[in-house]
């Protein structure tokens, strides 16, 4: 792949099957934790992320944990590998491209650590 194929980009890893919202967001420190060890280090962090919640299906009986990133795909794929260990068997995860819109806080981020203003 290309380093033009492989530039940073806003993918979502949507961590799947929460009966409630607040058992998504539950699983966000510990995701925090495996992103970010050390919350007090120096900007920027070596992956950009945010989170949100979603419906998961049709029914609205479930609820997803989405881990929005601004990374390459292969730092994307290594992210949603750590995810999917610490989120076990038992959680369906899964990896799409995201839209930039949806995630601007994110994007800014991104250009302030960049310095890309």
């Known amino acids: 792949m290309s380093r033009a194929e492989d530039r ?10 929460h009966p409630s919202t607040e058992a998504a967001l539950a699983l966000q ?14 900007p920027p962090c070596e992956v950009p992320w945010s989170f949100t919640v979603a419906d ?13 990133v601004l990374a390459s795909k292969e730092q994307t794929t290594q992210v949603a590998a750590r995810v ?3 989120a076990g068997e038992a959680r369906a995860v ?12 994110l994007v800014e981020q991104y250009r302030f650590e960049k310095g890309l203003r």
């Open 8 to 17: 940073p980009r806003v993918y979502e890893i949507r961590i799947a099957g």
């Open 29 to 42: 420190d510990p995701i925090k934790r495996l992103l970010c060890p050390d919350p007090d280090h120096a």
């Open 56 to 68: 998961d299906g049709p029914d609205d009986d479930s609820t997803a944990l989405v881990l929005g």
């Open 84 to 86: 999917r260990a610490l």
């Open 94 to 105: 899964g990896v799409s491209e995201g839209d930039a819109g949806e995630w601007e806080e």
